[in-house]
């Protein structure tokens, strides 16, 4: 049987980020092992790291130059400089600009694809952890002082601490019997990549119609990302549809801030669910990233919120073993639940809230909900707290 200090199941970008945080804050005096089920390839993708784009908050940032990962991202990153908020055929507008908050960018998009290189690479640097890959959980036994895990191949690893970063449906979560909540949306998001006659230029834009939101990131070679929020039919007949017919609804749903949509590339679709777990942490084991929470894509709080969620509880194992050498005891664990309780219930609920205001054709939400868009303009203290979660800048 081997020996840990930390197992982490799942080297998705929560799980990676967790092994990299530990091993930098307490430097490499900690040993850590990472179970990963997906065997990479050339020619394959994980599932964690696909060809879908996803924006960092300006507060994700500062935790990555914080790990010495910053720099390895940069050659992959386009700057976001400006994101404008508007509901299709009314007046509602908001802008939130770089420039107004005195920063280079208010965030970065980054392929995922980028990301998954990025990780292997930082892990396979550190010399304290172990990658175990393919492998699978099949059971979980935890006893007062440790946690012993089963794998697939019948390895044994034994930890002190047993971390969940295996995304949505988490499989150890379910071995601890961890409930999960689900609200379904009753919507799907189409995503894809699409090139524009005006290239973005940092320009990112949140516009909502009456079928859902529709998102578009800024990318490198000017192109943009797109994640396209509509109810199931809809969806169906899109991913169905010749690119020529894609190009007219879409162009129809976001209008022509970026001129003529020119080309679009291949679609994936995934139906939009909040999941969530309000237990992040039992005996010896802790919950991090989308197996906590899996968000809704409005407003892109969802990675951000969970790289919050890991770099909380790297700082809490990093204090836990400089205080005690112990770090899955419960007074770590239930430091970490504390911290992220606010943020955790804060953000869900704002993106809900969104959803469900901008996602419907009730007149009185209408009007309402447009309001809201030109007071954030006007109205620096309605705009600031906003601004601030939109950038990462929360408590943690």
């Given at each position: 049987?081997?020996?840990?200090?930390?197992?982490?199941?799942?080297?998705?970008?929560?799980?990676?980020?967790?092994?990299?945080?530990?091993?930098?804050?307490?430097?490499?005096?900690?040993n850590?092992?990472?179970?990963?089920?997906?065997?990479?390839?050339?020619?394959?993708?994980?599932?964690?790291?696909?060809?879908?784009?996803i924006?960092?908050?300006?507060?994700?940032?500062?935790?990555?130059?914080?790990?010495?990962?910053?720099?390895?991202?940069?050659?992959?990153?386009?700057?976001?400089?400006?994101?404008?908020?508007?509901?299709?055929?009314?007046?509602?507008?908001?802008?939130?600009?770089?420039?107004?908050?005195?920063v280079?960018?208010?965030?970065?998009?980054?392929?995922?694809?980028?990301?998954?290189r990025?990780?292997?690479?930082?892990?396979?640097?550190?010399?304290?952890?172990?990658?175990?890959?393919?492998?699978?959980?099949?059971?979980?036994?935890?006893?007062?002082?440790?946690?012993?895990?089963?794998?697939?191949?019948?390895?044994?690893?034994?930890?002190?601490?047993?971390?969940?970063?295996?995304?949505?449906?988490?499989e150890?979560?379910?071995?601890?019997?961890?409930?999960?909540?689900?609200?379904?949306?009753?919507?799907?998001?189409?995503?894809?990549?699409?090139?524009?006659?005006?290239?973005?230029q940092?320009?990112?834009?949140?516009?909502?119609?009456e079928?859902?939101?529709?998102?578009?990131?800024?990318?490198?070679?000017?192109?943009?990302?797109?994640?396209?929020?509509?109810?199931?039919?809809?969806?169906?007949k899109?991913?169905?549809?010749?690119?020529?017919?894609?190009?007219?609804?879409?162009?129809?749903?976001?209008?022509?801030?970026?001129?003529?949509i020119?080309?679009?590339?291949?679609?994936?679709?995934?139906?939009?669910?909040?999941?969530?777990r309000?237990?992040?942490?039992?005996?010896?084991?802790?919950?991090?990233?989308?197996?906590?929470?899996?968000?809704?894509?409005?407003?892109?709080q969802?990675?951000?919120?969970?790289?919050?969620?890991?770099?909380?509880?790297?700082?809490?194992?990093?204090?836990?073993?400089q205080?005690q050498?112990?770090?899955?005891?419960?007074?770590?664990?239930?430091?970490?639940?504390?911290?992220?309780?606010?943020?955790?219930?804060?953000?869900?609920?704002?993106t809900?809230?969104l959803?469900?205001?901008?996602?419907?054709?009730?007149?009185?939400?209408?009007?309402?909900?447009?309001?809201?868009?030109?007071?954030?303009?006007?109205?620096?203290?309605l705009?600031?707290?906003?601004?601030?979660?939109?950038?990462?800048?929360?408590?943690r």
């Amino acid at each position: 049987m081997k020996q840990y200090d930390i197992a982490i199941v799942g080297a998705g970008m929560a799980g990676a980020t967790l092994a990299v945080a530990v091993d930098h804050l307490c430097q490499g005096k900690l040993n850590i092992a990472v179970i990963e089920a997906y065997q990479l390839h050339d020619e394959q993708r994980h599932p964690g790291f696909d060809s879908r784009a996803i924006a960092l908050s300006y507060g994700t940032a500062q935790i990555l130059k914080q790990l010495d990962l910053w720099a390895r991202f940069e050659p992959f990153l386009t700057p976001i400089t400006d994101i404008e908020i508007s509901d299709r055929s009314h007046l509602g507008l908001a802008d939130i600009t770089a420039q107004d908050e005195h920063v280079a960018a208010l965030g970065y998009v980054v392929e995922l694809e980028s990301v998954g290189r990025i990780y292997q690479q930082a892990i396979r640097e550190c010399t304290s952890i172990d990658y175990y890959c393919p492998a699978k959980v099949k059971h979980i036994e935890r006893t007062l002082e440790s946690v012993t895990v089963t794998l697939s191949d019948d390895q044994l690893l034994q930890a002190n601490l047993l971390v969940a970063a295996d995304g949505a449906l988490s499989e150890s979560c379910q071995h601890i019997n961890i409930p999960l909540n689900e609200i379904d949306f009753e919507q799907v998001a189409v995503i894809a990549n699409v090139t524009t006659e005006v290239a973005p230029q940092g320009r990112a834009f949140e516009r909502f119609t009456e079928f859902g939101p529709v998102a578009f990131l800024p990318m490198s070679e000017g192109r943009s990302s797109v994640v396209w929020c509509m109810p199931e039919a809809r969806a169906q007949k899109m991913m169905q549809a010749t690119d020529d017919d894609v190009i007219a609804a879409l162009q129809q749903d976001f209008g022509w801030r970026l001129g003529k949509i020119t080309k679009v590339g291949a679609l994936a679709c995934y139906p939009l669910v909040l999941r969530y777990r309000e237990q992040i942490v039992s005996h010896r084991f802790a919950v991090v990233g989308n197996a906590a929470q899996t968000l809704h894509p409005i407003a892109g709080q969802g990675f951000n919120l969970g790289i919050r969620d890991v770099f909380s509880l790297a700082e809490e194992i990093t204090q836990a073993y400089q205080e005690q050498g112990d770090v899955g005891n419960y007074s770590m664990l239930s430091r970490y639940r504390q911290r992220r309780q606010q943020d955790r219930e804060l953000t869900m609920s704002l993106t809900s809230c969104l959803v469900n205001s901008f996602s419907n054709a009730w007149p009185a939400m209408r009007v309402g909900r447009n309001l809201g868009l030109l007071a954030i303009s006007y109205l620096p203290y309605l705009k600031q707290p906003i601004v601030k979660r939109t950038m990462g800048l929360v408590e943690r």
